[in-house]
């Protein structure tokens, strides 16, 4: 092991936490829940951290990063939306939204160019509000009192973001795609 590799296994430990994460959900072990997503958060930073630092980027780190993050917020919208903590809509739009940029992403990779994991302003808004909408979901319901607007005004935000998002990146890959075939088809 080298020391460059040491993001990339934070980042796999983080992606291991996710099954902890999902059954401790399903325990309503609320109070144990945040404490790993605290960890898993840390680990986001420290990850991120040393790999600018010490340029410690790798291809794999520039997938397996944002892997993770969507792995832990799948996984808890689908357990906080089966236990009825946040509305089953909701969680079937994130989960497809993120389908829909996996395929499109693999489809490119595959059709057209090597693909450079690329978030937008508008994906990297979006991942912050699922985060705190999960926090703030999980804070309620291990007993904490937050305004009544605050959850309720997370769902509208996320979903707004989730869609706008979703939109955004079909639009600006899809041009890619296009560029592509263009190209693609005047060198043929």
Request: hydrophobic share 55%; proline share 4%; net charge positive.
């Amino acid at each position: 092991m080298k020391p460059r590799d040491i993001p990339n296994i934070i980042t796999i430990l983080r992606i291991l936490l996710v099954i902890p994460i999902m059954v401790l959900l399903m325990r309503e072990e609320y109070h144990t829940v945040l404490l790993v997503f605290a960890i898993a958060g840390l680990s986001d930073g420290v990850d991120g951290f040393l790999a600018r630092r010490y340029n410690w980027r790798t291809e794999l780190g520039a997938i397996l990063d944002p892997l993770a993050d969507k792995l832990l917020l799948m996984g808890a919208y689908l357990v906080l939306a089966w236990s009825g903590l946040i509305p089953f809509w909701l969680m079937l739009l994130v989960i497809f939204r993120d389908v829909v940029i996996m395929s499109g992403a693999l489809a490119y990779n595959r059709r057209c160019d090597d693909l450079t994991m690329e978030p937008s302003t508008i994906s990297k808004i979006n991942t912050l509000l699922q985060i705190f909408l999960g926090l703030a979901v999980i804070v309620v319901a291990a007993g904490a009192v937050l305004p009544s607007w605050s959850v309720s005004g997370l769902v509208v935000m996320v979903a707004m973001t989730t869609l706008w998002s979703g939109i955004d990146y079909v639009w600006h890959w899809g041009q890619r795609a296009r560029d592509c075939r263009v190209r693609n088809a005047s060198r043929s």
